[in-house]
């Protein structure tokens, strides 16, 4: 059974037009992640919750941003998508720093 | 922050022979994983080991923290075990950050 789980598979947005994606997760997880991954490049690092403290990495573009409003629900959303942002992301939990961490299947965004 | 070494970078084997699979890191952890990422883009959970020795099958890996690498052994590969191999790992004194390596492409040809 799928334990974190990201919707949708596939989201084509057109340049510019904000776009929202989720990920939920039944493990009761503290910490979760969002990763952007381009091809041929290892997962890079968006952002973190551990409960509700929010940590922005510092190279993370100010165009995407997270809301955690529960315990299971985390979603990224990006105000103004550019050919760039086109990517797979990953959305990952795990109960605290030092304990396995979980991935979704994970969203492969397209920009037209 | 943490920097993370996976060598080598690209490796294409026949079918049936062994690798392994080397991942550096900078600072000591309290985390390693090792993954495969799935033509699909899935992230396969293979070993947590911030530590010690495991064995799944036909995999196994090793971790020896005080010298700040780790290994991933693959036997008898398969057509199936292509794609990447990642490690991801937390700094001890990194927070909640997991933080991934370069990443090996595997290719195994029949």
């Known amino acids: 059974d799928a334990m974190v789980i990201q919707n949708p598979r596939y989201q084509v947005t057109q340049f510019g037009k904000p776009v929202t994606l989720s990920c939920s997760q039944t493990l009761n997880h503290n910490v979760m992640y969002w990763y952007q991954q381009k091809s041929s490049q290892a997962p890079k690092l968006l952002f973190h919750y551990y409960d509700k403290d929010f940590n922005n990495e510092a190279d993370t573009p100010d165009n995407f941003q997270s809301r955690r409003p529960n315990t299971s629900f985390c979603f990224l959303d990006i105000r103004s998508p550019g050919l760039g942002d086109a990517a797979m992301y990953l959305c990952?939990?795990?109960?605290?720093?030092?304990?396995?961490?979980?991935f979704g299947q994970g969203t492969r965004l397209t920009v037209v | 922050g943490i920097q993370v070494e996976q060598s080598p970078p690209d490796l294409i084997l026949q079918e049936g022979a062994n690798s392994t699979l080397r991942c550096n890191f900078s600072d000591s952890v309290n985390n390693l994983q090792w993954f495969h990422q799935n033509p699909w883009g899935q992230l396969i959970n293979l070993f947590y080991?911030?530590?010690g020795t495991k064995q799944n099958g036909r995999l196994s890996a090793t971790t020896v923290a005080t010298e700040r690498y780790s290994l991933l052994y693959i036997s008898s590969s398969q057509t199936t075990d292509s794609g990447v191999y990642f490690c991801?790992?937390?700094?001890?004194?990194?927070?909640?950050?997991?933080?991934f390596g370069t990443g090996t492409q595997l290719k195994v040809e029949l």
């Open positions: 990952a939990s795990r109960t605290t720093p030092g304990t396995e961490a979980f």
């Open positions: 080991i911030p530590s």
């Open positions: 991801a790992v937390t700094s001890s004194g990194g927070g909640n950050k997991l933080t």
